[in-house]
T-cell receptor
Framework: DAGVTQSPTHLIKTRGQQVTLRCSPKSGHDTVSWYQQALGQGPQFIFQ???????QRGNFPDRFSGHQFPNYSSELNVNALLLGDSALYLC????????????FGEGSWLTVV | DAKTTQPNSMESNEEEPVHLPCNHS???????IHWYRQLPSQGPEYVIHGLTSNVNNRMASLAIAEDRKSSTLILHRATLRDAAVYYCIRGRSGSARQLTFGSGTQLTVLP
């Protein structure tokens, strides 16, 4: 049973560009959340998707947007990249049907130069 | 979810027990205490959670103070693979909740 998978694992972008990160949740999970983790800090919640809609959002600007597909996979899009967007982006999946456990992927390392 | 207080770092010797403390003095009656850990170059991993009673699972034990203002994660025999950042999080139960991470405790395990 595959866990949460994310792609790409590493990427480098230039300021002002746009980036799309992808996430496949753990089998049987229907809820996907995205987190940003700057170096040396704990992860910060960006937003959560359930039933293809954004259900919760953290304190992030509109440059951060997302999407959830009918198969529950998700994308995180960041427009007009800033140097400060350099971070590890983590996808987390869970099931609203049962359980308390939230599973994380290994993340996508984004470097903005 | 709201803030908790943890030491920035701790050290332990291999095969000895480790007690990781967490203060959550303003916890509400319905807040659970969740522990996650993050190994180097990996995403956070669920460890354990509890509400009022002490809890045990295959990874660790969670001791919750009677007034619920503090808790302690106990690793019974630390191994080198337990070296990680440990996060204590208070908040609602349920998989739909968002997790509010602090800076956590960096645990170093010495051989």
């Amino acid at each position: 049973d595959a866990g949460v998978t994310q792609s790409p694992t590493h990427l480098i972008k230039t300021r002002g560009q746009q980036v799309t990160l992808r996430c496949s949740p753990k089998s049987g999970h229907d809820t996907v959340s995205w987190y940003q983790q700057a170096l040396g800090q704990g992860p910060q919640f960006i937003f959560q998707y359930y039933e293809e809609e954004e259900r919760q959002r953290g304190n992030f600007p509109d440059r951060f947007s997302g999407h959830q597909f009918p198969n529950y996979s998700s994308e995180l899009n960041v427009n007009a990249l800033l140097l400060g967007d350099s971070a590890l982006y983590l996808c987390a999946s869970s099931s609203r049907g049962s359980g308390n456990t939230i599973y994380f992927g290994e993340g996508s390392w984004l470097t903005v130069v | 979810d709201a803030k908790t207080t943890q030491p920035n770092s701790m050290e332990s010797n291999e095969e000895e027990p480790v007690h990781l403390p967490c203060n959550h003095s303003t916890i509400s009656g319905t807040d659970y205490i969740h522990w996650y850990r993050q190994l180097p170059s990996q995403g956070p991993e669920y460890v354990i959670h509890g509400l009022t009673s002490n809890v045990n699972n295959r990874m660790a034990s969670l001791a919750i103070a009677e007034d619920r203002k503090s808790s302690t994660l106990i690793l019974h025999r630390a191994t080198l693979r337990d070296a990680a950042v440990y996060y204590c999080i208070r908040g609602r139960s349920g998989s739909a909740r968002q997790l509010t991470f602090g800076s956590g405790t960096q645990l170093t395990v010495l051989p």
